[in-house]
């Protein structure tokens, strides 16, 4: 089995903020992520899909394949947007990097057609990310 990487990038503003908490409640969870006006991170998307090569071709899945398939169901989606405002999927997430990381799954998923999506890594910071493996992968290998 191989693992197949394209990372992409996108521009994007949120506010981290549960309306079911009192406005104490959510400064305490979020600090400053809690700002009333938002706050952007330049983020970095790596997609990984796993599989075999392709005999013929010698690849798992061609990466500008895998990078129209990023680009156009969540890259055009999400770039230079206030995730919790103007990003339909999102309506009624709080835009943490985990509940990102799951939602671009579940979007992007059924359009891997050779091999399986195996990992969502998505970074707010050089400092900052999550690993997602799906839903039916919590636990590592």
Same mark, same amino acid.
């Given at each position: 089995?191989? #693992?197949?990487? +394209? ?7 949120? +506010?981290?903020?549960?309306? !079911?908490?009192? /406005?104490? !409640?959510?400064?305490? &969870? $979020? ?7 938002? %706050? @952007? %991170?330049? $983020? *970095? ?8 090569? /392709?005999?013929? *071709? @010698?690849?798992? #899945?061609?990466? +500008? ?6 680009? *156009? %169901?969540? &890259? /055009?989606? =999400? ?5 919790? =405002? ?6 009624? *997430? &709080?835009?943490t990097l985990e509940n990102l990381a799951v939602k671009f799954w579940d979007i992007l998923e059924p359009h891997i057609e050779n091999g399986r999506l195996y990992e969502i890594r998505l970074y707010e910071s050089d400092?900052?990310?999550? =690993? $997602? +493996? @799906?839903?039916? !992968?919590? !636990?590592? /290998?």
């Open positions: 089995m191989m #693992l197949v990487t +394209r990372k992409l990038e996108f521009c994007a503003s949120h +506010r981290l903020h549960n309306p !079911r908490f009192s /406005d104490e !409640r959510n400064r305490e &969870i $979020y600090g400053s992520c809690n700002n009333p006006n938002g %706050h @952007g %991170h330049n $983020y *970095t998307l790596e997609v990984t899909v796993a599989g075999h090569p /392709d005999p013929a *071709t @010698g690849m798992v #899945l061609e990466l +500008r394949t895998l990078k129209h398939l990023v680009q *156009t %169901h969540l &890259i /055009d989606s =999400v770039d230079h947007k206030n995730l919790n =405002v103007d990003v339909p999927f999102l309506q009624e *997430t &709080i835009p400092r900052n990310f999550v =690993v $997602y +493996r @799906g839903k039916n !992968r919590e !636990r590592p /290998d």
